[in-house]
């Protein structure tokens, strides 16, 4: 991963005017409810979201499972903005996992979730790419962020399990619905924005996505080409080659605003 640029931190403060003014609220169906300052929800909301991710959204960056276990460390801010409008449940496979007992099923980790986000994920197995192809076709909603240059800094080094990935790995699946993203390593080194349905998209050096396979499902290009909806089966994916709003708070709009209602966008 390299560091902001000069360049981008201060564009990720001038572009804070705009982004206010422009972002959307999440969708009327999403329920709000007030959270303590240890990101608690008094009421949680009924809507599930499952979560997979590399970057430290659900659990502090650098946790051990220690202090996993005990609830140590501060939850990370884009967890007590998700919270307020979704059950999270984090995610570690998405294939189904084999019972303990012969007598007893395995454990499908995607059953009875309609709504997952997969932000800048760790390489997916072969039956992951499988479990989540058949789950979308099946009526899943998605949102799968990619994103090929991370922007943030994470105080971990390089090969430290724990750190986010820094270039995302494209899962098979990708190609499967007829899309890749791609890379220019010469543009400019700022933040801007692209329109995303109704929201503001912050962007900082994002991907190119493409559709290489008309056939393949029922896709358009959103956000200038940094973001693809596709129709799959019975399901939709929205795929965004750019992690920037999910990375820095400046970017998430009040309470994160922004972030939740792209994600409402893409799930609803």
């Known amino acids: 991963m390299s560091p902001l640029s000069n360049s981008i931190r201060a564009a990720l403060s001038a572009v804070l005017l705009g982004l206010s003014a422009c972002s959307a609220s999440p969708a009327a169906t999403d329920t709000e409810t007030g ?66 007992a012969a007598d007893q099923p395995d454990l499908d980790p995607l059953s009875g979730l309609r709504r997952i986000a997969i932000i800048q994920p760790r390489g997916l197995s072969a039956s992951d790419n499988v479990a989540l192809d058949r789950w979308v076709r099946a009526g899943g909603r998605l949102l799968l962020v990619l994103d090929p240059a991370l922007t943030g800094e994470y105080d971990l080094p390089l090969g430290d399990p724990r750190r986010p990935v820094d270039t995302a790995l494209i899962p098979p699946v ?52 940094a973001a693809a909806r596709c129709r799959v089966g019975k399901g939709e994916v929205t795929l965004i080659a750019d992690a920037a709003l999910f990375e820095h708070q400046e970017l998430a709009g009040e309470g994160g605003a922004t972030m939740r209602a792209v994600i409402a966008g893409a799930l609803q």
Do not use: H
């Open 174 to 225: 990708v190609a499967r619905w007829g899309l890749a993203v791609s890379f220019d390593e010469d543009q400019a080194g700022s933040v801007t924005t692209a329109r995303l349905g109704e929201t503001a998209l912050p962007l900082a050096l994002s991907g190119a996505v493409a559709i290489t396979d008309p056939k393949a499902a029922d896709c358009t290009l959103l956000a200038n080409g």
């Open 35 to 100: 959270t303590s300052t240890s990101a608690e929800v008094v009421d949680p909301p009924a809507i599930r979201m499952g979560l997979m991710s590399s970057l430290p959204l659900y659990w502090p960056l650098g946790a051990d499972l220690a202090a996993i276990a005990q609830g140590q460390g501060q939850v990370p801010w884009q967890r007590t903005a998700l919270a307020r409008s979704y059950a999270l449940e984090p995610l570690d496979t998405l294939s189904p996992i084999p019972a303990l």
